[in-house]
């Protein structure tokens, strides 16, 4: 059975503090591990795909890093307006669903 | 996105009515979802469909039931809502470029 676990399950940031968001999960061969920004009240926004260890990707402040077992989303110098749930998810390759992390809720002081 | 519509957006029902809501979709995916979000629980997969009339359970389908008539519909019906189905329900498509969702706006249904 797929699993993706997310931690931690809040984090508070002054303004420009960096941190990094973690995603471990197991799955029976992974096709893609997906990042989502989820706004209050709002449906989660994809925000990136990793295919392989080792891969990167990155959008203004966020950067996503993959390796076999765990994803990390570092964020650089976060704003107030970086303040959403981020959730991770991984599709197996026999699968055509996602399996969800219950999120990481990240608030942004200024 | 804007590929995505579901409706109703809000909506207050009480214990032992059916609901029934529409995940409407521009876009031709033929893989659809319907989750639901309750706190402490993360997203959960009610039910799911891969193509017209052929849908399947997912982990929470207990009294729930959906229809797909149509590539563009996706129906999910409460055939009598608890108020354990208070929650934000969202409906989701495959998108075949990435193989990530897209995911509605949700609708948030509350039992009373």
């Known amino acids: 059975e797929d699993q993706v676990t997310q931690s931690p399950e809040a984090l508070r940031l002054q303004e420009g503090e960096s941190s990094s968001l973690n995603c471990s999960y197991t799955?029976?061969?992974?096709?893609?591990l997906f990042w989502y920004r989820q706004d209050p009240g709002k449906g989660p926004e994809f925000l990136f795909t990793l295919y392989s260890a080792g891969e990167e990707k990155e959008k203004e402040r966020l950067k996503a890093t993959l390796t076999k077992k765990e994803s990390f989303l570092h964020i650089t110098a976060p704003k107030p307006e970086d303040s959403a749930t981020y959730l991770c998810?991984?599709?197996?390759?026999?699968?055509?669903?996602?399996?969800f992390g219950g999120g990481t809720r990240l608030m942004v002081k200024p | 996105d804007a590929g995505i519509t579901q409706s109703p957006r809000h909506k207050v029902t009480e214990t032992g009515t059916p609901v029934t809501l529409r995940c409407h979709q521009t876009e031709n995916h033929r893989y659809m979802y319907w989750y639901r979000q309750d706190p402490g629980h993360g997203l959960r997969l009610i039910h799911y469909?891969?193509?017209?009339?052929?849908?399947d359970k997912g982990e929470v389908s207990d009294g729930y039931s959906v229809s797909r008539s149509k590539t563009e519909d996706f129906l999910l019906t409460l055939e009598s809502a608890t108020s354990s189905q208070t929650s934000v329900y969202f409906c989701?498509?495959?998108?075949?470029?990435?193989?990530?969702?897209?995911f509605g706006s949700g609708t948030r249904l509350t039992v009373v």
């Open positions: 469909s891969y193509g017209v009339k052929d849908t």
């Open positions: 799955v029976s061969g992974l096709r893609g």
């Open positions: 998810a991984v599709q197996a390759n026999a699968g055509n669903m996602l399996t």
């Open positions: 989701a498509t495959l998108n075949a470029g990435n193989y990530g969702y897209t």
